[in-house]
């Protein structure tokens, strides 16, 4: 599951909220408008917290998968970010093929 907690800064959003019959609760106060999807977590005391994330498309998953060309990658767009980059020549030729 690694670290869930990223920030532990949490603000009070609402106090004494209680589940309807259904055992539902209303978060919305607290939705950012652009989180679509929630990993949901639950300790053994019954805290609960909700980890907004993101579908990515099945033929991009391998990346996430394969933790030594995730590595890769990010090592890459660090360096890029850092300005170690080197020109490799024009790539234009191969624009068209697929």
């Known amino acids: 599951m690694g670290n869930v907690i990223k920030d532990g800064r949490f603000k009070l959003v609402t106090e004494h909220q209680k589940p309807d019959s259904k055992k539902r609760l209303s978060i919305g106060m607290a939705v950012e ?11 053994a005391q ?26 890769s990658v990010r090592r890459g767009l660090a360096g890029s ?9 024009s790539f234009a030729s191969h624009a068209d093929q697929g």
Do not use: C, F, M
Request: no cysteine; proline share 4%.
């Open 81 to 89: 970010a850092a300005g170690r980059t080197r020109y490799l020549g």
């Open 33 to 43: 408008e652009s989180q679509a999807a929630y990993n949901i977590y639950r300790n």
């Open 46 to 71: 019954g805290q609960i917290i909700l980890d907004p994330v993101k579908a990515i498309p099945v033929h991009e998953a391998w990346l996430y998968e394969n933790k030594e060309a995730l590595k």
